[in-house]
């Protein structure tokens, strides 16, 4: 079946900096990325919809100069969290749909 | 507007003893249904999914849900448990919403707990 890869699958990053998540689909083309959030024993929230070449749409209540997203090419989005704060440590799920939707692992982002 | 409601946030069941997840959603447009679970620290799995086929959907593990259209519910059951079925179970819905957008939904979860 479709593979979503996430990488890194962990991350921990000092407050102030900023961190890149990649999001790719492997064997498919995704015309549409989606990010996630998931905190710890809750439910996953959509944090923005990527189609590829066009700017994101974000969720409300999502800061779209704080989470960066690029959809560049039919297979790789990128989620950059600038400036993190320890708020922001979080698992963090990427979603690509190419008729059908698939997700990729997470990747746990934890911010000292 | 799509929404989904999960019933129970926990539900716990001896070994051997059926499972029953309760799901109901909401669509303007006729969606597709999803079950996921998500083990402690791992990502997501598909367990099954319903995409106006079928009403009653089989999925993986002996994990089974059954499309009520009139209820609006899609809940997931499976004859047996197994200490290895504990975890988080996720009932997703997923389709255009009036914008002509894609939107998928997830609910708040169940946490599965299976007693020895």
């Known amino acids: 079946g479709a593979v979503v890869s996430q990488h890194p699958s962990w991350v921990i990053c000092k407050s102030g900096t900023s961190v890149k998540i990649e999001c790719r689909s492997l064997?498919?083309?995704?015309?549409?990325m989606f990010w996630y959030r998931q905190f710890p024993k809750q439910s996953l929230m959509l944090m923005a919809t990527s189609n590829e070449g066009s700017k994101a749409t974000y969720e409300q209540g999502v800061e779209k100069d704080k989470f960066l997203i690029n959809h560049a090419s039919l297979t790789l989005s990128t989620l950059t969290v600038t400036s993190a704060h320890p708020e922001d440590s979080s698992f963090y799920i990427c979603?690509?749909?190419?008729?059908?939707?698939?997700f990729g692992p997470g990747t746990r982002l934890t911010v000292t | 507007a799509q929404s989904v409601t999960q019933l129970d946030s926990h539900v716990s069941v001896s070994e051997g003893t059926p499972v029953l997840l309760r799901c109901n959603y909401s669509s303007s447009y006729s969606p597709s249904l999803f079950w996921y679970v998500q083990h402690p620290n791992k990502g997501l799995q598909l367990l099954l999914k319903y995409t106006s086929a079928a009403t009653l959907v089989k999925g993986i593990n002996g994990f089974e849900a059954e499309f009520k259209k009139s209820e609006t519910s899609f809940h997931l059951t499976k004859p047996s448990a197994h200490m290895s079925d504990a975890a988080e179970y996720f009932c997703v819905v997923s389709g255009r919403d009036s914008t002509g957008g894609f939107k998928t939904i997830f609910g708040a979860g169940t946490r599965l707990f299976v007693k020895a």
């Open positions: 979603s690509a749909r190419g008729g059908e939707q698939y």
């Open positions: 064997d498919f083309q995704a015309t549409t």
